[in-house]
C-alpha cells in the first residue's frame, strides 16, 4: 500500500520547514547554544508543522537522526484517547525512569487540551518540579482551552498559516516530483482551499491526481463541490436585478448539479466579500452577507438560502444606497411660495371640518421625511377641488413616508409594500399591485394591520387600505380570499411549502 503524499513529504529537519522561519531560527539558536526548556508549547492551526517540529525537536536534542520508527525515549501520547486523569497519572510515575539510550525522556502530548479538568492537575504537578532527563512538547489546536498555569510553565511557539504564495510553491515542487500534471489555477485553488494548511493542501492533491491524467481547474471544482465562478455571478446579478424567477431557476440548476447550499452560499460571500473590499458594494450588500454566514448551520440550508436571496432581491438597489433617514438640517430648502402653502395647510387642519380634506391632500411635513421633488406645474392646485394628478401626487408622498416608518423594523414589508402604487380617495388608499403574491402577502391580517396603522398615524386620521391587481379592473380588497397566484412568483410560497416570508 503506497503512503500518503502529507506523511512522503513530511518534513525530517528544520530546514526543511516551511512558512515558520520565526520558529526554526529561535530553535535552532536554543540548540546550538545547548539551552533546552523543560517544557514547550506548541500552538496554531491544524496542518501548520506542529507535530512535524515536535517530532524533530525530540529527535534534535537527543542528537539522533530523524526516523519514522518509534524510539524508546520518545513517547508520543494522543490526548484525545488519554484524557483521563488515571493515564497522566500513570504518565508521572514513568516519568521518573530515566532514559533508556537516549539522553533525554520525551513526551509528546498531542492535543493536549482534550486532557480533563483532574488530568490537568496532576499534569500541572509533573511540569512544575520535572526530573531533569523528561522535556515534554505539548501541542494544541486551541490554546484558549488549557489553563493558564500550564501555559506559564511552558516556552510557547505561536504557528502561523503558511502563506499562499509558499504553499502554491511547494504544491509544485511536490507535484513535479510525482510527475503530476496539475495546472498552475488549480494548485492555487488547492492551496486557497487549504487556508494555509500544508496537510489538508497536500492531502487534496493526493486525492486529485486519481481522478483525472491531466487536472485543471474544473477538476478541483468538482473535487471539492464548488460551484463555477460564472453561475455565482450570474446569481449576484439576479439578486441586484431583483429578478426572483432567475435566483430560482439559478438554484436548481445547482441543486441539480449536485452543489450544496453551504458551498453555494461561501462562494457567494467570497464573491461579495471581493465587492466589499473594491468598494463597488452597497449597503444591502452587508446584510446579505450576515444572512449568508446562517446558511451552512441551518437546520434546512436550502431554504434558508433560498429565503435570504429572495428577501435581498425585495430591497431596492437605489433606496440601499440613500441614507435610511434625512436629517432636517440636510434637507433641501424648500421655495418661498412652497413654506406658505405649508403654513396655511397647517391653519386650515385647526378649522373643524376642513382637516380631512387638507390632509387628503397634503400630508404634514416632518423633520424626518425625505422631501419629495416639487411637481412641475406652472399653476398648482391647492383647493380641495383639485384635478387627479395633484391628488395622486399628494397619495405618493404619503405613501413614502409610510414606507420610511416601517422600513427600521419590517424591512421585508417595506420590501413588498414599495412596490405598490397608492391611490387616496377620502378616508380611503387603494393599492394597486402588479403580482398576486404580493397581493397576498399585504391581505395578511397582520401585515395588513401595519400598513394601516403606520398610515393613519402619519396620515392624522383613520384611512382604510384596499388591495387590486393591476390587471384587473375591480378592486381585491383585503380579506379576498384565494387570490389567484401569477407566475412566476408564485412558485416562491410552494418552495418553502406553504411557510410565510414575513
Not at 496554531?44 to 526516523?67: D, F, V
Not at 481522478?211 to 477538476?219: C, R
Not at 446558511?295 to 444606497?321: I, K, Y
Not at 380634506?357 to 416639487?374: G, H, I, M, R, Y
Request: aromatic letters at 4%; charged letters at 25%.
Amino acid at each position: 500500500m503506497g503512503k500518503a503524499l502529507y506523511r512522503k513529504y513530511r518534513s525530517r529537519s528544520l530546514e526543511e520547514i516551511v512558512g515558520q522561519e520565526h520558529i526554526v531560527d529561535t530553535l535552532r539558536s536554543a540548540l546550538k547554544s545547548d539551552r533546552v526548556s523543560h517544557a514547550y508549547l506548541l500552538t496554531g492551526p491544524r496542518g501548520t508543522g506542529k507535530t512535524s517540529i515536535a517530532r524533530i525537536l525530540a529527535h534534535e536534542i537527543n542528537g539522533l537522526e530523524y526516523t519514522d520508527e518509534p524510539h524508546l525515549d520518545i513517547i508520543e501520547i494522543d490526548a484525545a484517547s488519554n484524557r483521563r486523569i488515571d493515564e497522566i497519572r500513570d504518565l508521572r510515575e514513568r516519568v521518573a525512569t530515566a532514559p533508556a539510550s537516549a539522553k533525554y525522556k520525551v513526551y509528546i502530548i498531542d492535543e493536549v487540551h482534550m486532557l480533563t479538568k483532574e488530568a490537568f492537575n496532576a499534569l500541572l504537578k509533573t511540569l512544575e518540579e520535572p526530573p531533569a532527563h523528561v522535556v515534554f512538547i505539548l501541542a494544541t489546536t486551541e490554546a484558549h482551552k488549557l489553563p493558564e498555569t500550564i501555559i506559564s510553565r511552558t516556552q510557547r511557539y505561536s504557528f502561523q498559516p503558511v502563506a499562499l504564495d509558499k504553499v502554491v510553491a511547494h504544491l509544485q515542487s511536490i507535484a513535479k516530483q510525482e510527475k503530476i500534471a496539475i495546472s498552475d489555477d488549480a494548485l492555487q485553488l488547492i492551496a486557497e482551499h487549504g487556508e494555509g494548511s500544508f496537510r489538508d493542501s497536500i492531502s487534496l492533491l493526493d486525492q486529485a491526481s486519481t481522478s483525472a491524467n491531466q487536472v485543471g481547474l474544473a477538476e478541483i471544482e468538482q473535487l471539492l463541490g464548488r460551484p463555477p465562478a460564472e453561475s455565482i455571478a450570474s446569481l449576484e446579478t439576479a439578486v441586484s436585478k431583483q429578478d426572483a424567477a432567475e435566483i430560482l431557476s439559478l438554484l436548481t440548476g445547482l441543486y441539480a448539479q449536485g452543489f450544496e447550499a453551504a458551498m453555494i452560499a461561501v462562494q457567494l460571500s467570497k464573491l461579495l466579500r471581493s465587492r466589499v473590499i473594491d468598494k463597488s458594494a452597497s449597503p444591502a450588500t452587508l446584510a446579505l452577507l450576515r444572512q449568508l454566514l446562517a446558511v451552512p448551520g441551518a437546520h434546512n440550508p436550502r431554504h434558508m438560502l433560498e429565503l435570504c436571496l429572495l428577501e435581498a432581491s425585495f430591497v431596492p438597489a437605489e433606496s440601499a444606497l440613500q441614507p435610511r433617514i434625512q436629517p432636517a438640517a440636510e434637507t433641501k430648502p424648500a421655495s418661498a411660495k412652497k413654506q406658505n402653502e405649508v403654513k396655511t395647510a397647517s391653519v386650515e387642519n385647526d378649522i373643524p371640518g376642513e382637516k380631512a380634506a387638507s390632509n387628503s391632500l397634503k400630508p404634514q411635513p416632518t423633520e424626518t421625511a425625505v422631501e419629495q421633488p416639487e411637481p412641475i406645474s406652472e399653476k398648482p392646485d391647492t383647493s380641495a377641488d383639485s384635478a387627479s394628478p395633484t391628488r395622486d401626487f399628494s397619495a405618493e408622498e404619503l405613501w413614502q413616508e409610510v414606507l420610511q416608518d416601517i422600513k427600521q423594523k419590517y424591512n421585508t414589508l417595506y420590501g413588498i409594500a414599495r412596490m405598490a402604487k397608492p391611490r387616496l380617495e377620502a378616508d380611503t388608499m387603494s393599492l394597486e399591485m402588479k403580482f398576486a403574491f404580493h397581493l397576498k402577502r399585504l391581505s395578511e391580517a397582520r401585515n395588513h394591520k401595519i400598513l394601516s396603522d403606520a398610515l393613519s398615524k402619519r396620515r392624522g386620521q383613520e384611512t382604510a387600505i384596499k388591495l387590486h391587481l393591476k390587471e384587473k379592473d375591480e378592486l381585491r380588497v383585503e380579506d379576498d380570499a384565494n387570490p389567484t397566484e401569477s407566475s412566476p412568483l408564485s412558485t416562491i410560497s410552494n418552495i418553502f411549502g406553504g411557510a410565510e416570508l414575513i
